[in-house]
């Protein structure tokens, strides 16, 4: 079984997304997490317009509790997938030398942008944007 963890800022938005639309994937072949840089989110909801965003997509975002990263999280995963380039070049200051070839952005060459503080099309196009990427890593269609 491969083991993905989605890594963005808070763990409030972005990756928590990126969690669901990838296990439902990749079904029983893939293990999933998300977590964040920050632990501002620690134990909260997702935010309420990424969980409508998710809802749109036939996505139950309403059980995610915010998690922040942790070596033991990092050492868990195969491989690890951020969000942007900041949050990639902050686990790359944190990561150990056997993490590191772990490491890869989310989109693959580009940012997948931070919705924060903006309306809900901005959480919508987000959201679209991460479920189309699970392509980039599990192979199969949507169950």
């Given at each position: ?10 763990n ?111 959480f ?9 990427a ?10």
């Open positions: 079984m491969r083991k993905i963890l989605t890594v963005c800022l808070g409030h938005c972005r990756s928590p997304f990126a969690q669901i639309a990838l296990a439902h994937r990749g079904g029983t072949d893939l293990e999933v997490r998300s977590a964040g840089l920050i632990g501002k989110w620690q134990d909260q909801p997702a935010n309420e317009s990424m969980v409508k965003a998710a809802r749109r997509l036939g996505h139950d975002l309403t059980g995610h509790r915010g998690q922040q990263i942790t070596l033991e999280t990092l050492s868990w995963a195969d491989i690890i997938l951020a969000m942007d380039t900041a949050v990639l070049d902050t686990l790359r200051a944190i990561c150990t030398q056997a993490n590191d070839p772990k490491l890869a952005l989310y989109l693959g060459d580009r940012d997948v942008s931070d919705p924060m503080g903006q309306d809900d099309a901005a919508n196009d987000c959201a679209v944007l991460i479920e189309a699970t392509a980039l890593h599990v192979g199969r269609p949507p169950q």
